[in-house]
């Protein structure tokens, strides 16, 4: 979807995509080691979810202006999410797997990831030839957002449900 985008929408040609995709990079690396390691532990799980919708809402928000400062914005924030949401998933099973399965939790997570990844990339090629490059990369933005809000619901309703039960259930 990006390289339709970037060249048939935006106009940026070969070297404005290149330029959209070192905004995205440039923001992954902040946000792994910028902003990652300053969420709490506490709050891992939640930061995973909203770093996902910030993923997407970066995606999605620079649809809403087709001009290319907006898209680089839109970029540079989206991999912040991406760069955050990657190193505190990583984070979350090095510290609630087994020391012992470590290697096998990794590369099941990355089976996934890149399984998603190739369907992405078909779904985005029949998305672009139906509703055309911009609405198919606002569809793209959208799935993470509401995914991560989904996520964050369903984590706070949870918690919500463990305060509610008594102290000695909540230890066994």
């Known amino acids: ?16 995509y290149a330029l959209l995709v070192a905004a995205w990079t440039i923001g992954m690396v902040g946000g792994a080691i910028g902003l990652a390691r ?21 995606v999605l928000g620079q649809t809403l202006w087709v001009f290319l400062p907006a898209a680089f914005a839109g970029y540079f924030v989206g991999g912040i999410g991406h760069g955050v949401k990657n190193a505190l998933v990583r984070t979350v099973i090095q510290e609630r797997v087994a020391d012992r399965l470590h290697g096998r939790a990794l590369a099941a997570y ?17 998305l672009v030839g139906a509703i055309g490059a911009r609405d198919a990369l606002a569809v793209a933005g959208l799935g993470p957002v509401l995914a991560g809000l989904l996520g964050l619901a369903f984590l706070h309703r949870r918690a919500d449900v463990v305060r509610a039960r008594p102290v000695a259930e909540q230890a066994a």
């Open 38 to 58: 300053r969420v709490p532990p506490a709050a891992i799980a939640g930061g995973v979810l909203v770093a996902l919708a910030v993923q997407g809402g970066g």
């Open 110 to 126: 990355s089976a996934a990831r890149n399984t998603a990844e190739l369907a992405a990339v078909g779904a985005g090629g029949l």
């Open 1 to 16: 979807i990006e390289v339709f985008y970037a060249k048939d929408v935006l106009h940026a040609g070969n070297g404005g």
